[in-house]
C-alpha cells in the first residue's frame, strides 16, 4: 500500500502545509555560486511561502533576509539585481544597507520622530555554498550546511563544479503538470530505468545500480555497460571530467531532500531542481556544467560521439515511431519522464486508481521518500 | 603560578628569530594544554634581573608536537636579544601556563573560513591557528595575508610553502614585503609589494572571497597595522564581533593626549577574599600601587595587551592609557585593565 494518501498530491491544503512544514525548514537549492559575482548582486529565491534574497556584501559574504520590508511588509526586491549599493524598497523608499540594517527613513522627523533605525533590519535567513552551489533556509540560524548533508558528499561524484563551465545551451526550463513528488519519485525510481528509458539510458548497467538513503537524501550510482565503458572516447558526449577518474566511472544521481536531484557522470554534471508551483504544477530548472574545453574541443567530442553512436551501441526508439512529437521517440529521456509524471498525475483522478504493489528493490527507493514525507508532516 | 620548563631545542626560521622548543613534562600536559592563537608568559633572568614577556605559541595543539615559541629580534630589545643569541638548549625558563583570549575555538565538523592577516613576527599565533585549522576542521579553509620587511625576514617561509602545497584546495597565502630586496636572492620579488594597509585589506578580501559563509578574522602583529586592518573590515561591513586582534605591543602611547589624573585617590581592593585599602598618588597605575603594596595582583605584561590583570571597576572612575586587551562589551560590563588604570575621581573600588 502506499504510504502518502492521494490527497498528498493533490490537495490543496495538503500543499500549502507542506509548505510550511518542510520547506519552511530545510535547506533548499538557490543556484550556483557563480550567480552571484560582485558586492551589491542579488537573486530571490521561492522557499515555500516564504520569498528570500540572497546578496552579496562588500566583505564578499553572502547574507539572506527574508524578502519583506520591515515597513509595511512590501516586496522589497524582484527577481536579480547587480551592484546595488543599498537596498530600497518601491514603496515608501525604506532603504537597508547590504547588511539588511535600516540606514534612511524619507521624512523621518516628521514621520517618524521616534523610530530608531539602528534597531530595525530585515528578517535574517540562512545561506552557505556547498559543492559550488547556494543553499537557503528560511530560519536564521539553521543546522550547518554539513551537517545536514552529513554523509553525502563521499557517496555523490567527486566533481568540483567550482571548476566546471556552464554551458550555455545547455538550460531546461519546463513547467510540468505534476504534483513535485512524483517528479521526485520518478527521479528515484530505480526500477524504471530498464523499461521507459530501454533506449535512451542504455549506456548503463542498471542491474548494477547501488542506491540508498544518508538521512533524508537519496544516494544512486550505477556503472557503465562493458560496452560503453570500452569504447568511452568514442562514446562520451563531451571532454571527459577530470576528477571522474576510472574508479568512479558511472553515473552519481542523487536527490538531495526535499526538491533537488543532481547527475553527474563522466563527462557532465547537471543540476535538477523541481520548484513546487502547485499541488499538481512543478517547474523543473535543469543546469549543465562541463569540463572546461574550446569549441573546437567540444565539437569534436560531439561528433565522435554521435557518430560512433549507432555504430556501437545500436539504437531503435522503442516503439520504432518515428514521430518526432511523440515524447517516447525523441530518444531524451527527460522527455520521456515528463510524460510519465503527466499521466501518472492524470491518473490521481481516476476513481479506479489504486497501486498494485510497488517492486521489492526497484521502487523501495519511493516508499522510503514517502515514509520521509510523512515524517516531516507529522512532527 | 610559573613551571620550569626545559629547553629541547633552539633553531632559527630565519637569522634574526629563534624557534625555542619546550619539554613538557608528563605531569603538566594537561596545565600545558592551549587553544591555537594562545601564549606563554615567561619569566626570563636578564644579567641578573627579573623581566616577564609574552610569547605566542606557533605549535598547534592539534598535532603531536612539542610547544613551541619563535622570538624575533627587536633592535635595543631586552629580552628578544637574549633568546637570539645567549640561551642555550637545556636551559630551564619558568613558565606560564598557556592563556590569552586571542584564540580559535576550532571544531572538527564546523564550515568555516578563515582570514588571517600577520605582519612580523605576528605569524607566530597565527600559525597555530592556521595549522590546527587544516588538520582538524577538514571542511574549513584559509586565506592568509602575511606582511614582511623583504624576503629574508619572512618567518615559516618554507613550513607555509609546504602547507599550502599540501592542502591546495584549502590554504591560500599572500605574502607581501614593504621593502623587497632586489638582489637579496636568486629571483627577483615578484609577489604583492607594500604594507598591509587599508587598500590592502580590501584587495585582499575582493580577491579571496568565501566558500564557507561562515567567517572568522584574526590579525596579529606590532604596531599600529591590526587597528588599521580592523578598521578597513568593519569598513567592507564585517561585523566588529567577528574579528579577533592580538597586539604584540611596539605602539607608542598617544603623546598628545594627557589624562588629568587624581592625586591621592583612595583604592579599595577586594581580592582573593581579602579587602585592601590604599592610596593612588598621581599619575601612578592601579597595579603599580597593588604592587608596591605587595598585594598578589595577577599581571604579566603591564603594557595592556593581554588582560591578565583585568579586574571589574564596582565603584568610581577610571582612564586608561591604552587599551587593546579588553573589547566594548567587556567595557560595558565594567572589566578594566589595573594597569594602565588611572584615577579619576577620588574613591575607587575594584574586584578581582
Ligand atoms: C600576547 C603577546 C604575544 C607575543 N608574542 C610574541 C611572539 O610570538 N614573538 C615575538 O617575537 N614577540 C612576541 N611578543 C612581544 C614580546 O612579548 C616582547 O615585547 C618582544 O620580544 C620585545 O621584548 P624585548 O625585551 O626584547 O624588548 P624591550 O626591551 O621590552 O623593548 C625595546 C623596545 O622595543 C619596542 N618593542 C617591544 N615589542 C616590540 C615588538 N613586538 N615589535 C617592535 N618593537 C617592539 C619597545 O616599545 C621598546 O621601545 C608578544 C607580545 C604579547 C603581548
Ligand atoms: S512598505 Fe516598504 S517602505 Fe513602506
Ligand atoms: S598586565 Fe597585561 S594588560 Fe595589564
Ligand atoms: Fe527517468
Known amino acids: 500500500m502506499p504510504i502518502l494518501p492521494v490527497e498528498a498530491y493533490t490537495s490543496q491544503e495538503w500543499f500549502d502545509k507542506e509548505q510550511e512544514i518542510i520547506f519552511g525548514n530545510?535547506?533548499?537549492?538557490?543556484?550556483?555560486?557563480?550567480?552571484?559575482?560582485?558586492?551589491?548582486?542579488?537573486?530571490?529565491?521561492?522557499?515555500?511561502?516564504?520569498?528570500?534574497?540572497?546578496?552579496?556584501?562588500?566583505?564578499?559574504?553572502?547574507?539572506?533576509?527574508?524578502?519583506?520590508?520591515?515597513?509595511?511588509?512590501?516586496?522589497?526586491?524582484?527577481?536579480?539585481?547587480?551592484?546595488?549599493?543599498?537596498?530600497?524598497?518601491?514603496?515608501?523608499?525604506?532603504?537597508?544597507?547590504?547588511?539588511?540594517?535600516?540606514?534612511?527613513?524619507?521624512?523621518?522627523?516628521?514621520?517618524?520622530?521616534?523610530?530608531?533605525?539602528?534597531?530595525?533590519?530585515?528578517?535574517k535567513a540562512s545561506v552557505d555554498i556547498w559543492r559550488g552551489m547556494l543553499w537557503v533556509h528560511p530560519k536564521p540560524n539553521a543546522e550547518p550546511i554539513t551537517e545536514w548533508f552529513k554523509g553525502c558528499r563521499e557517496q555523490m561524484g567527486p566533481h568540483d563544479p567550482t571548476r566546471l563551465i556552464e554551458y550555455p545551451d545547455s538550460s531546461y526550463e519546463k513547467v510540468i503538470n505534476a504534483n513535485w513528488k512524483i517528479v521526485a519519485e520518478n527521479f528515484m525510481d530505480v526500477y524504471h530505468l530498464a523499461h521507459l528509458h530501454s533506449n535512451t539510458l542504455q549506456m548503463y548497467d542498471h542491474a548494477n545500480a547501488k542506491f540508498g538513503f544518508i538521512g533524508d537524501h537519496y544516494m544512486f550510482w550505477e556503472p557503465h555497460v562493458p560496452k560503453y565503458k570500452d569504447n568511452l572516447d568514442q562514446l562520451m558526449p563531451f571532454k571527459r571530467i577530470k576528477e571522474m577518474t576510472d574508479e568512479y566511472l558511472g553515473a552519481f544521481v542523487p536527490w538531495l531532500f526535499p526538491n533537488f536531484g543532481l547527475s553527474e557522470t563522466e563527462s557532465s554534471w547537471s543540476t535538477f531542481h523541481a520548484i513546487p508551483l502547485g499541488p499538481d504544477k512543478t517547474k523543473v530548472v535543469v543546469r549543465t556544467k562541463l569540463e572546461p574545453m574550446t569549441n573546437w574541443e567540444y565539437q569534436k567530442q560531439s561528433m565522435k560521439s554521435y557518430n560512433?553512436?549507432?555504430?556501437?551501441?545500436?539504437?531503435?526508439?522503442?516503439?520504432?515511431?518515428?514521430?518526432?512529437?511523440?515524447?517516447?521517440?525523441?530518444?531524451?529521456?527527460?522527455?520521456?519522464?515528463?510524460?510519465?509524471?503527466?499521466?501518472?498525475?492524470?491518473?490521481?483522478?481516476?476513481?479506479?486508481?489504486?497501486?498494485?504493489?510497488?517492486?521489492?528493490?526497484?521502487?523501495?527507493?519511493i516508499r522510503t521518500f514517502q515514509g520521509i514525507i510523512k515524517k516531516w508532516m507529522e512532527q | 603560578m610559573f613551571h620550569k620548563l626545559k629547553i629541547s631545542n633552539l633553531r632559527q626560521p630565519i637569522a634574526?628569530?629563534?624557534?625555542?622548543?619546550?619539554?613538557?613534562?608528563?605531569?603538566?600536559?594537561?596545565?600545558?594544554?592551549?587553544?591555537?592563537?594562545?601564549?606563554?608568559?615567561?619569566?626570563?633572568?636578564?644579567?641578573?634581573?627579573?623581566?616577564?614577556?609574552?610569547?605566542?605559541?606557533?605549535?598547534?595543539?592539534?598535532?603531536?608536537?612539542?610547544?613551541?615559541?619563535?622570538?624575533?629580534?627587536?633592535?635595543?630589545?631586552?629580552?628578544?636579544?637574549?633568546?637570539?643569541?645567549?640561551?642555550?638548549?637545556?636551559?630551564?625558563?619558568?613558565?606560564?601556563?598557556?592563556?590569552?583570549?586571542?584564540?580559535?575555538?576550532?571544531?572538527?565538523?564546523?564550515?568555516?573560513?578563515?582570514?588571517?592577516?600577520?605582519?612580523?613576527?605576528?605569524?607566530?599565533?597565527?600559525?597555530?591557528?592556521?595549522?590546527?585549522?587544516?588538520?582538524?576542521?577538514?571542511?574549513?579553509?584559509?586565506?592568509?595575508?602575511?606582511?614582511?620587511?623583504?624576503?629574508?625576514?619572512?618567518?615559516?617561509?618554507?613550513?607555509?610553502?609546504?602547507?599550502?602545497?599540501?592542502?591546495?584546495?584549502?590554504?591560500?597565502?599572500?605574502?607581501?614585503?614593504?621593502?623587497?630586496?632586489?638582489?637579496?636572492?636568486?629571483?627577483?620579488?615578484?609577489g604583492r609589494k607594500g604594507r598591509i594597509d587599508e587598500a590592502a585589506v580590501e584587495w585582499f578580501i575582493n580577491q579571496h572571497p568565501p566558500i564557507a559563509q561562515t567567517t572568522s578574522y584574526f590579525i596579529c602583529g606590532p604596531g599600529a597595522m591590526n587597528t588599521g586592518i580592523r578598521k578597513a573590515l568593519m569598513g567592507l561591513d564585517v561585523p566588529r564581533e567577528l574579528i579577533h586582534i592580538e597586539q604584540f605591543g611596539g605602539t607608542k602611547a598617544d603623546d598628545n593626549h594627557t589624562i588629568d589624573s587624581v592625586d591621592n585617590a583612595s583604592l579599595e581592593v577586594h581580592i582573593n577574599g581579602q579587602t585592601h585599602s590604599l592610596k593612588i598618588p598621581k599619575g601612578k597605575t592601579i597595579l603599580q600601587v597593588m604592587k608596591d603594596a605587595n598585594t598578589q595582583a595577577p599581571y604579566s605584561c603591564e603594557s595592556g595587551v593581554c588582560g591578565t590583570c583585568a579586574c571589574t571597576l564596582v565603584s568610581g572612575t577610571v582612564e586608561m592609557k591604552s587599551n587593546m586587551a579588553l573589547e566594548d562589551k567587556d567595557l560595558k560590563k565594567g572589566l578594566i585593565l589595573s594597569c594602565q588604570s588611572l584615577a579619576t575621581s577620588e574613591s575607587i573600588v575594584i574586584r578581582f
Open chain 1, 308 to 365: 560512433s553512436w549507432h555504430g556501437i551501441m545500436g539504437s531503435d526508439t522503442k516503439y520504432g515511431n518515428q514521430d518526432p512529437d511523440d515524447p517516447m521517440a525523441t530518444g531524451d529521456f527527460m522527455a520521456e519522464d515528463v510524460y510519465a509524471c503527466e499521466q501518472q498525475q492524470k491518473s490521481l483522478k481516476n476513481p479506479l486508481f489504486n497501486v498494485t504493489m510497488t517492486a521489492k528493490y526497484g521502487e523501495s527507493t
Open chain 1, 26 to 123: 530545510s535547506w533548499q537549492y538557490a543556484g550556483l555560486m557563480e550567480d552571484i559575482q560582485d558586492p551589491g548582486d542579488y537573486i530571490t529565491v521561492q522557499c515555500g511561502h516564504q520569498n528570500i534574497v540572497i546578496v552579496k556584501g562588500r566583505d564578499q559574504k553572502l547574507r539572506a533576509f527574508h524578502n519583506l520590508c520591515r515597513h509595511r511588509g512590501t516586496q522589497l526586491l524582484r527577481a536579480v539585481g547587480k551592484k546595488q549599493k543599498a537596498l530600497t524598497c518601491p514603496y515608501h523608499d525604506w532603504t537597508y544597507n547590504l547588511s539588511g540594517e535600516l540606514i534612511s527613513v524619507p521624512e523621518k522627523e516628521k514621520e517618524f520622530p521616534d523610530l530608531e533605525l539602528d534597531k530595525i533590519c530585515l528578517h
Open chain 2, 16 to 190: 634574526d628569530a629563534t624557534t625555542v622548543t619546550f619539554d613538557v613534562p608528563n605531569r603538566l600536559y594537561d596545565a600545558f594544554n592551549y587553544y591555537p592563537g594562545q601564549h606563554l608568559i615567561i619569566k626570563f633572568q636578564v644579567n641578573g634581573k627579573e623581566a616577564r614577556r609574552s610569547y605566542s605559541l606557533n605549535s598547534s595543539p592539534f598535532r603531536d608536537e612539542p610547544l613551541e615559541i619563535t622570538v624575533k629580534k627587536v633592535k635595543g630589545g631586552l629580552v628578544s636579544n637574549y633568546v637570539n643569541g645567549q640561551l642555550k638548549i637545556g636551559d630551564e625558563l619558568e613558565v606560564m601556563v598557556p592563556q590569552g583570549r586571542f584564540y580559535a575555538d576550532i571544531k572538527k565538523e564546523e564550515y568555516k573560513t578563515y582570514y588571517l592577516f600577520a605582519a612580523g613576527s605576528g605569524i607566530t599565533p597565527i600559525l597555530s591557528i592556521l595549522k590546527s585549522v587544516l588538520y582538524e576542521a577538514v571542511e574549513s579553509r584559509i586565506h592568509l595575508l602575511y606582511g614582511n620587511t623583504h624576503q629574508d625576514s619572512i618567518i615559516f617561509k618554507e613550513e607555509l610553502d609546504a602547507l599550502e602545497q599540501a592542502f591546495p584546495n584549502r590554504l591560500q597565502v599572500v605574502h607581501t614585503l614593504s621593502n623587497p630586496k632586489v638582489w637579496s636572492t636568486w629571483e627577483q620579488w615578484k
